[in-house]
């Protein structure tokens, strides 16, 4: 049977790339348990969300990043693609197992547990600004001891040139 396409469930972009699902990048999450878990969700009417497992998604520093895609009502009630971020706690989980339930984005509000790990495509990773200013520093001091040097140099030629005179 082939899915009326005007009555799509919502659907999961589950990203598992270089960091997402990677221990190295997120420890102390069961990755495949939490992908296990997202692929199991279900809406109000029974029909599994499907889930589609996507390499890097380009916003590693946000790992895990998991897109939450509205159901064809909740997109033509105005909803739009979720992007979620530092998805790694079960509790989000059962967060997004809820609002999914209840109608997902255009139809139920975003639950405020989601609202802070809500992200985007074009989401910027964070400057270091203690390093960069520090590395500011240091090539700043080491342009002024160039140039110390050099006057040091300087003075030493024409100290010998006034010698020999
Ligand atoms: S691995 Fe998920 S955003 Fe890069």
Same mark, same amino acid.
């Given at each position: 049977m082939v899915a009326d396409p005007a009555?799509?469930?919502?659907?999961?972009v589950v990203c598992r790339g270089c960091c997402c699902g990677t221990k190295k990048k997120v420890p102390g999450v069961d990755h495949k348990a939490q992908l296990a878990r997202l692929s199991g969700l !279900?809406?109000?009417e029974g029909r599994s969300v499907p889930v589609r497992v996507s390499k890097c998604l380009d916003?590693?520093? %946000?790992?895990n990043v998991v897109v939450v895609q509205p159901s064809s009502k909740g997109r033509a009630s105005g909803g739009r693609p979720v992007w979620l971020g530092d998805f790694a706690r079960d509790e989000l989980v059962d967060e997004l197992d809820d609002w999914i339930f209840?109608?997902?984005p255009g139809i139920a509000p975003l639950p405020a547990a989601?609202? !802070?790990h809500v992200t985007s495509k074009d989401a910027k990773k964070p400057k270091k600004a203690k390093k960069q200013k520090k590395a %500011?520093?240091?090539k700043k001091g080491g342009a002024a001891e160039k140039a110390a040097k050099k006057e040091r140099k300087a003075r030493?030629?024409?100290?010998k040139k006034a010698g020999r005179k």
């Amino acid at each position: 049977m082939v899915a009326d396409p005007a009555d799509r469930p919502c659907r999961l972009v589950v990203c598992r790339g270089c960091c997402c699902g990677t221990k190295k990048k997120v420890p102390g999450v069961d990755h495949k348990a939490q992908l296990a878990r997202l692929s199991g969700l !279900e809406d109000h009417e029974g029909r599994s969300v499907p889930v589609r497992v996507s390499k890097c998604l380009d916003i590693c520093f %946000k790992a895990n990043v998991v897109v939450v895609q509205p159901s064809s009502k909740g997109r033509a009630s105005g909803g739009r693609p979720v992007w979620l971020g530092d998805f790694a706690r079960d509790e989000l989980v059962d967060e997004l197992d809820d609002w999914i339930f209840e109608g997902g984005p255009g139809i139920a509000p975003l639950p405020a547990a989601l609202e !802070e790990h809500v992200t985007s495509k074009d989401a910027k990773k964070p400057k270091k600004a203690k390093k960069q200013k520090k590395a %500011k520093k240091e090539k700043k001091g080491g342009a002024a001891e160039k140039a110390a040097k050099k006057e040091r140099k300087a003075r030493k030629k024409a100290e010998k040139k006034a010698g020999r005179k």
